[in-house]
Structures are given as C-alpha cells and as structure tokens.
C-alpha cells in the first residue's frame, strides 16, 4: 500500500531540497521598515491603478525605511504579451516608481531573486512536494469535459460554482489509485485540499479597511497546471514568504480571495502578512460610477499621458491626492515636486472608490510644469517632441534659441505662468511665433476684428500703436497704449467702460484685442508685449500690414 511520502516521491523524484532549506536561503530580511512589492501579470499595458497600486507600495516603504521590489508573476503563459515585461520596467521608471530591488532590465537585482516567477518553478515543486506528502495537496485527473459538465449541474441548480465538497471527486481518491494512474501516464493537475467550510466565516484584518468578517474558504483551486507551472493563488504565498514580504498591497478585487489565501498561508505554517485592499479608481459614465475600463478609458493606459504630454511627476502628485486624503493640505505652500518627503498613512485612505479627474490632473500639471526651470521644461518639451509631435519639433529645431524665448514667456517672476497643463498644448498658443504659421492663421482661421469698431477706426489705432515699438518696457508700452485709446474715446479700463457705456467707443483691452489679432491671429495668447518683443520691431509692423491687407 502507497501513503502520500511515496505519491510526492513520484510526482517529485528530482526534488532532494525541503521547505527548512528555501528557510535558510530566504532568511528574515534584516530591515527597518515594511517590505512591501508590486508583483503585475506581463499581460499588456501598465494600467493606471497598477501605477497607483505600485505607488502606494513605494510610498508605505518610503515612510518607514523599508523596501519596494518588482516581482512578474508571468506563470499565466496563455495571456502573456511579448514585451510587455520591458512595458512594465520601463514604465515604472518613466513613473518614477523605482523599486530598490527585484527584476530590472538587463539584469535583476536583490538577493531574494529570481524576481520572475517562471524563473522560481524549483521553489514551488520542493514546497509542492511537502503539501503531497502530508496530503494537503492532491492529484486532480478531471478533464476539460469533465469540469464543463460539473460546472453547467451547478448553474442548473443554481449551486455555488466550483469544486469543492461532493463535487471534488479525485479528492477522496486513494493513494493507491492516484498513484496508479499517474504511474500510467494519465494528465493531472494538483490541487489544494480546503479544510474550509463556506457557513463559517473567518476574522482578518485589513490595514485600510480595519476588521473583515468574511466566509471560509472551502475550494480545492488547483495549485500546479498540467504545464507544470503554478497558479497565482500559490505561488503568490510562496514568493511573498520567501521574499520575506510584510505588507501584500493590493485592489478590493481581490479581497474575495482573502480566505484561500489566508488557508495556504496557515496550512503552510507560514507567518502571516499583513493585507491592504486598495480602493478602485473610478470614473463618472452617465452618471454613474464605474472603475476604470481598459476597453473604454484611453487614460486607462498610462501611455495616454506620455502620448499627451503630462510629465510623468504630474500624474503622480496627482495620484497623491488619491492616495491621502490629507496630501493637498500638506502640499500647501509647497513646491509640488516636494511631494516625495510626504509621510503615508493607511488611516487617510478612503474607501470608496476615487474618481479620476481629469480636471485635477490639468491642475496640478500646471503647478508642475511651472515649477521647472527653463533648461528642464526645454528639455522635456523637445524630448517629448520627438516623439510624439512632429510639427512641434520642426519648430523647436528651427532655432531653440527662439523658441527658449517663447517657452520663458512670463516664468521668471514670483508668479510663473500656469497656461500649459500638458505639452500638447504648446503648439497651438505659440505657432503663431513663426511667419508661416501665423500667414496660414491669418488666412485661414477665420478670426476677424470686433464687427462693431469701423474698419478705418482699427486701421489708425493700429498705425499709431506701431509708434509704441521702440518702448522696451511694459509699463511704458501699456500708458502708451492707454493715451491711444483715450484718444479714440475708449476707457482707460474695463470698469469704467462698464459704469458708463455710453460715453465710451469701448475699453482699452478692446485695443489691445486689435494688436494681439494682428500680430498672433487670435483673442488669446501669451503676454502680448512680450510677444512683441519676441518678434521683434520689424516682424510687427509686417504682421500689422498683413492683417490690415487681409483682414479689413
């Protein structure tokens, strides 16, 4: 007669190693702080609530001298993208969420490597291999049909689906019958046997959420495939306690799987880690709210951001305010780019899911990108350029000079401005800079002058504001330009206009309306004075000729 020593010897005959031996190994990390991990599935893009979950790790080492690692559970070999691992380490780079150790490109690094998890198949067979010969994990020969018709007599009698109970039915089979068939070459897959009954329920608690009161496990999930590889439910428990894990910091998703997690962990006779359930990122859809589709939501992806010119330090000061509740107080009178020195704390995240605001993000872009100094927002404007916008790199390269004085338009006083929530929004204010580019406004875009002012009226004021250019100073321009105004009957500002209408043709700004068309095509645009001089005396007085030619 065979016992359950003999079926892990014929499942295992290569495996001399024991669980005390991955002990000595994988010994207690000797560190301060928390060991906390992000650990995604290379199965595609770098989601956005994959960076915030990945944040959230980095920030909870951070505040308690602790350590981050990147682990790829990449053992799910059907859903796995081709380049999607080098996706992941890149964009966590580019997101400046840097781990202190686990796998990197070209080479991994840390101690409690490999930090692939289809790299640590001999960790998970020699574990394995203890659960069979103590009978807590057993061969399962059920096939695809065999599952299918079970499931389809649950869903007919409205059970609770899965294989569990009565319906486990390789779970009672004898050692010796196992044994026999897996002597003869027949397909299995191992399972874990649940001592768990769903009409009880456990006591955990959750680091965000406080105490959870939720029913025992009592599924036998498969451990091992017949590919030799191990579930995620598995080999999750394996790696966060050989990798000396103290926190598992992952989405509210996963909670339902708390108690066969918790199962293993005890059945393993593993110290347990502490949990933390991350609420979803959500979005408002018809009113309602709903997480975040990587289907539906383009800023589900966070290429959307690279793609649209967020500097990546934008998304996560962002994520910050998601992150606690107390950030944006904290970040009062602050730089934003201080945001690293922020301490976490699980007590101010909130529990309902956060909507993304795309509102917010353009808001604290702009406090972002206003923070840089010149060579940096250069730089990281030309670089985006590069890669994602043609046209604006064909101006940036005409002459860089040029186009630093463009990009410095009022960024060197106590108040820097704050008009760019994105590099993509660049190229529309300041084309009007280039000759071509302003003719093609000029002729195209269909703006006109204010219809009430008469065409003469408008030709003479903006004659005479060409005797304004050789002021190089804005104080000195601007009393010029009111004294042309007053001139013409308009008021020296817009409320005085406004008390008295009908002494006044308009207001001053409704002349300085008339140069800034002229000059840049459009109602709107950066400092007009400086614009001016940007351009240049001799670049004016030719667009006051052009728009007057094709204008009036």
């Given at each position: 007669m065979k016992n359950y020593r003999d079926l892990a010897e014929l499942i295992f005959p290569d495996v001399t190693l024991t669980i005390e031996d991955l002990e000595r190994k994988y010994p207690p990390r000797d560190v301060e702080g928390e060991v906390t991990r992000f650990a995604p599935s290379p199965t595609g893009f770098l989601h956005t609530g994959s960076l915030f979950t990945s944040l959230v790790s980095r920030l909870v080492a951070n505040s308690s001298n602790g350590i981050f690692y990147l682990r790829l559970e990449d053992t799910d070999t059907k859903r796995e993208v081709p380049g999607a691992k080098e996706t992941l380490v890149e964009g966590l780079k580019t997101f400046l969420v840097r781990p202190d150790e686990g796998f990197d490109l070209p080479k991994e690094k840390g101690n409690y490597g490999p930090y692939l998890q289809s790299q640590r198949k001999d960790i998970y067979r020699i574990v394995l291999k203890e659960l069979v010969a103590r009978g807590d994990v057993y061969p399962c020969f059920c096939t695809a049909e065999d599952l299918n018709k079970l499931r389809e007599f649950q869903e007919r009698n409205k059970m609770v689906p899965g294989y569990y109970g009565e319906f486990a039915k390789c779970r009672n089979l004898s050692v010796d019958e196992a044994y026999e068939r897996i002597s003869k070459g027949e397909n299995y897959v191992l399972r874990f046997k649940s001592h768990g009954d769903h009409e009880n329920k456990i006591d955990c608690e959750d680091l965000i959420r406080g105490h959870i009161n939720i029913a025992e496990n009592d599924l036998d999930v498969v451990v091992l495939k017949s590919d030799g590889l191990p579930t995620y439910h598995f080999a999750h428990v394996c790696d966060d306690h050989f990798m000396r894990t103290?926190?598992?910091?992952?989405?509210?998703?996963?909670?339902?799987?708390?108690?066969?997690?918790?199962?293993?962990?005890?059945?393993?006779?593993?110290?347990?880690?502490?949990?933390?359930?991350?609420?979803l990122i959500m979005k408002m859809d018809e009113g309602k709210k709903r997480k975040f589709s990587k289907r539906k939501d383009p800023e589900a992806n966070v290429s959307y951001f690279l793609e649209n010119g967020y500097p990546p330090v934008s998304l996560i000061v962002y994520l910050m305010t998601i992150v606690?509740?107390?950030?944006?107080?904290?970040?009062?009178?602050?730089?934003?780019l201080d945001y690293p020195q922020f301490k976490f704390s699980f007590d101010k995240m909130s529990l309902d899911g956060a909507l993304f605001d795309l509102k917010k993000l353009d808001y604290y872009s702009k406090e972002v990108i206003a923070s840089f100094d010149l060579?940096?927002?250069?730089?990281?404007?030309?670089?985006?350029?590069?890669?994602?916008?043609?046209?604006?790199?064909?101006?940036?390269?005409?002459?860089?000079?040029?186009?630093k004085h463009i990009l410095n338009i009022e960024r060197d006083g106590d108040h820097p401005r704050k008009d760019?929530?994105?590099?993509k929004d660049i190229y529309p204010s300041i084309k009007?800079?280039?000759?071509?580019?302003?003719?093609?406004?000029i002729l195209n875009s269909g703006i006109s002058f204010n219809?009430?002012?008469?065409?003469?009226?408008?030709?003479?004021?903006?004659?005479?504001s060409l005797t304004l250019l050789s002021s190089e100073n804005e104080q000195v321009w601007f009393a010029g330009l009111k004294e042309i105004a007053?001139?013409?009957?308009?008021?020296?500002?817009?409320?005085?206009?406004?008390?008295?209408?009908?002494?006044?043709?308009?207001?001053?700004?409704?002349v300085a309306e008339?140069?800034?068309?002229?000059?840049?095509?459009?109602?709107?645009?950066?400092?007009l004075f400086t614009s001016m001089m940007i351009l240049g005396e001799k670049e004016v007085r030719y667009r006051i000729k052009f728009a007057e030619d094709n204008l009036l």
């Amino acid at each position: 007669m065979k016992n359950y020593r003999d079926l892990a010897e014929l499942i295992f005959p290569d495996v001399t190693l024991t669980i005390e031996d991955l002990e000595r190994k994988y010994p207690p990390r000797d560190v301060e702080g928390e060991v906390t991990r992000f650990a995604p599935s290379p199965t595609g893009f770098l989601h956005t609530g994959s960076l915030f979950t990945s944040l959230v790790s980095r920030l909870v080492a951070n505040s308690s001298n602790g350590i981050f690692y990147l682990r790829l559970e990449d053992t799910d070999t059907k859903r796995e993208v081709p380049g999607a691992k080098e996706t992941l380490v890149e964009g966590l780079k580019t997101f400046l969420v840097r781990p202190d150790e686990g796998f990197d490109l070209p080479k991994e690094k840390g101690n409690y490597g490999p930090y692939l998890q289809s790299q640590r198949k001999d960790i998970y067979r020699i574990v394995l291999k203890e659960l069979v010969a103590r009978g807590d994990v057993y061969p399962c020969f059920c096939t695809a049909e065999d599952l299918n018709k079970l499931r389809e007599f649950q869903e007919r009698n409205k059970m609770v689906p899965g294989y569990y109970g009565e319906f486990a039915k390789c779970r009672n089979l004898s050692v010796d019958e196992a044994y026999e068939r897996i002597s003869k070459g027949e397909n299995y897959v191992l399972r874990f046997k649940s001592h768990g009954d769903h009409e009880n329920k456990i006591d955990c608690e959750d680091l965000i959420r406080g105490h959870i009161n939720i029913a025992e496990n009592d599924l036998d999930v498969v451990v091992l495939k017949s590919d030799g590889l191990p579930t995620y439910h598995f080999a999750h428990v394996c790696d966060d306690h050989f990798m000396r894990t103290s926190i598992v910091i992952r989405g509210e998703e996963w909670i339902s799987s708390l108690p066969l997690h918790i199962e293993m962990f005890k059945r393993l006779n593993f110290p347990l880690v502490k949990y933390a359930h991350l609420p979803l990122i959500m979005k408002m859809d018809e009113g309602k709210k709903r997480k975040f589709s990587k289907r539906k939501d383009p800023e589900a992806n966070v290429s959307y951001f690279l793609e649209n010119g967020y500097p990546p330090v934008s998304l996560i000061v962002y994520l910050m305010t998601i992150v606690n509740s107390n950030f944006e107080e904290w970040l009062v009178g602050k730089n934003v780019l201080d945001y690293p020195q922020f301490k976490f704390s699980f007590d101010k995240m909130s529990l309902d899911g956060a909507l993304f605001d795309l509102k917010k993000l353009d808001y604290y872009s702009k406090e972002v990108i206003a923070s840089f100094d010149l060579e940096t927002l250069f730089n990281n404007v030309k670089e985006y350029a590069k890669v994602y916008e043609e046209t604006l790199y064909e101006l940036i390269v005409r002459d860089e000079n040029y186009f630093k004085h463009i990009l410095n338009i009022e960024r060197d006083g106590d108040h820097p401005r704050k008009d760019y929530a994105k590099y993509k929004d660049i190229y529309p204010s300041i084309k009007f800079f280039y000759r071509d580019l302003y003719e093609d406004i000029i002729l195209n875009s269909g703006i006109s002058f204010n219809p009430k002012f008469d065409k003469t009226l408008i030709k003479t004021i903006l004659e005479e504001s060409l005797t304004l250019l050789s002021s190089e100073n804005e104080q000195v321009w601007f009393a010029g330009l009111k004294e042309i105004a007053r001139k013409y009957r308009f008021a020296s500002d817009n409320k005085t206009y406004k008390a008295n209408p009908n002494d006044y043709v308009g207001q001053v700004g409704d002349v300085a309306e008339m140069i800034r068309i002229s000059i840049a095509g459009s109602r709107r645009s950066p400092n007009l004075f400086t614009s001016m001089m940007i351009l240049g005396e001799k670049e004016v007085r030719y667009r006051i000729k052009f728009a007057e030619d094709n204008l009036l």
